[in-house]
């Protein structure tokens, strides 16, 4: 019986440091989509912005070939953006932080009794 206990105890010891390791592959993995899916998203944003931009010329006012253009790039970007939304693990610490700072340019009571 003893020795039974002690096979699982090895077993059960073996897979749970082998879940360790898979876990932490795979919070590696997730943490290198979410800080890149920002950059993505604004890749897409810059592009729409320029196809509105040639859109809105005189010489290609109209044309509906970029008109489609211009209206799936939204919706990609609309896409995206969700995505942006549900991987975005790294951004929302970040903006912890910055919430917490006072912002720039202001003076506090403290500060500016510092000063005189």
């Known amino acids: 019986m003893e020795l039974f206990i002690l096979i699982l105890l090895v077993v059960s010891l073996t897979s749970n440091v082998f879940f360790i390791f898979y876990i932490r592959y795979l919070l590696g993995n997730l943490s290198f989509i979410s800080e890149n899916i920002g950059s993505l998203v604004k890749v897409v944003t810059d ?68 000063t005189t």
Do not use: C, M, Q
């Not at 799936?72 to 932080?97: C, K, P, R, W």
């Open 47 to 114: 592009l729409r912005k320029h196809l509105s931009d040639v859109y809105e010329l005189e010489r290609f006012y109209g044309d509906p070939t970029l008109e489609n253009l211009l209206k799936h790039s939204v919706e990609v970007s609309e896409i995206l953006e969700d995505f942006e939304e549900i991987y975005s693990l790294v951004d929302t610490a970040e903006e912890d932080n910055e919430d917490e700072e006072d912002p720039v340019g202001e003076t506090t009571e403290a500060d500016s009794a510092e």
